[in-house]
Nanobody
Framework: QVQLVESGGGPVQAGDSLRISCAAS????????MGWFRQAPEKEREFVAA????????YYADSVKGRFTISRVNAKNTVYLQMNNLKPEDTAVYYC?????????????????WGKGTLVTVSS
């Protein structure tokens, strides 16, 4: 049974930094691309960032490029999202995701597995 468990969300102020994590189990983590999506209140879920299985390739939504960094530690079956200079519009539930290919996740939004999400609230 595949499980993706997010952690690290919470309330922060605009301009703050926050790192959220996703611990994976039940899948061969080192061969899966991993990603983050988010869903703000009354909005559709959207792609945020993705990273290839070998760390080489990353993809970012334009809205977070230059502020967010995705990384992974295959030995720990964990993927991270470092979020800097947070803005109120970054407020959302952040979901961890896994798929065969990072590019497919980024460009088509295709995901094989989802986590349950962690809430990030940014106040002004």
């Amino acid at each position: 049974q595949v499980q993706l468990v997010e952690s690290g969300g919470g309330p922060v102020q605009a301009g703050d930094s926050l790192r959220i994590s996703c611990a994976a189990s039940g899948l061969t983590f080192s061969t899966n691309a991993m990603g983050w999506f988010r869903q703000a209140p009354e909005k559709e879920r959207e792609f945020v960032a993705a990273i290839s299985w070998n760390h080489i390739t990353t993809y970012y939504a334009d809205s977070v490029k230059g502020r967010f960094t995705i990384s992974r530690v295959n030995a720990k079956n964990t993927v991270y999202l470092q979020m800097n200079n947070l803005k109120p519009e970054d407020t959302a539930v952040y979901y961890c995701a896994a798929h065969d290919a990072a590019q497919t996740m980024a460009e088509l939004g295709r995901v094989n597995y989802w986590g349950k999400g962690t809430l990030v609230t940014v106040s002004s």
